[in-house]
């Protein structure tokens, strides 16, 4: 099954947004495709389908003045945060192809996190307060993603050495009374970020049971599946599953 790796690297959330909407209706025309995005984000606050202002505990003005953008998005969910230091993860697959249920993807999602953690000594687990894996009462990873057609988009965000002090500015997930967490807040080390995607990658090969191949961003490969001529004329509507719902 052809399965794709693209590092990123530091993207604008913006720009990573046209990318997964270009990649899903490649996915639609070839569903046994699969694309895995592994980047992290310029300091964005993102607001889910469900998100309003209400949990942004600052004004706009001030978090644009901490260089913070302010972007509503597709994906379920409320408000939350991305930053450098922070991995994020997009898988775009079909979930049909890969024979997986909306709440056997979320497991999946959950269980990369989970253990990717326990290879640094985190004992993370899960909480039935919002989907996501948690250190004791504190949040350190988080979901959100949208299916469209049966095909995924956005997923992941997995705090490693992220700058914490913008997540103390919302209710994250929704959530509130309620503190983020890193790697390196738990473990005091400042861990290599590149080794950490790489282990994420071998637990998706593993709990996906397919080979991934890395490319890169501008390889012929990646600009042909991204290509107008391979892409369907209209957008159909998306539906979200986030960390604060119950997916069916």
Request: aromatic share 8%.
């Amino acid at each position: 099954m052809p399965a794709s790796w693209t590092d990123l690297g530091l993207m604008e959330y913006k720009k990573a947004c046209k990318l997964q909407t270009d990649l899903v209706n490649a996915c639609r025309q070839d569903k046994e495709a699969g694309f895995f995005l592994i980047l992290e984000h310029m300091p964005v606050y993102t607001l889910g389908r469900r998100g309003g202002l209400a949990n942004l505990a600052v004004t706009p003005a001030f978090a644009a003045s901490q260089g913070i953008d302010l972007v509503q998005v597709e994906r379920g969910g409320d408000i939350t945060y991305h930053g450098p230091g922070q991995i994020i993860l997009y898988p775009i697959i079909s979930l049909h192809h890969f024979r997986l249920s909306v709440r056997g993807y979320i497991g999946i999602l959950e269980e990369i996190m989970l253990r990717t953690a326990r290879d640094y000594n985190i004992q993370a687990k899960r909480d039935v307060r919002s989907h996501g894996i948690w250190v004791r009462d504190q949040k350190m990873g988080s979901l959100g993603v949208a299916i469209r057609h049966g095909v995924t988009s956005h997923g992941l965000g997995l705090n490693i050495q992220t700058d914490l002090k913008p997540f103390t500015w919302i209710n994250p997930c929704g959530l509130t009374h309620t503190a983020m967490t890193s790697f390196f807040e738990q473990t005091g080390d400042r861990c290599n970020i590149e080794e950490v995607k790489a282990v994420m990658k071998n637990h998706c090969e593993t709990l996906f049971r397919l080979k991934i191949r890395e490319t890169f961003p501008h390889t012929p490969v990646h600009e042909s599946l991204t290509s107008p001529a391979c892409l369907p004329n209209s957008v159909a509507p998306v539906t979200s599953y986030t960390s604060e719902t119950e997916t069916p």
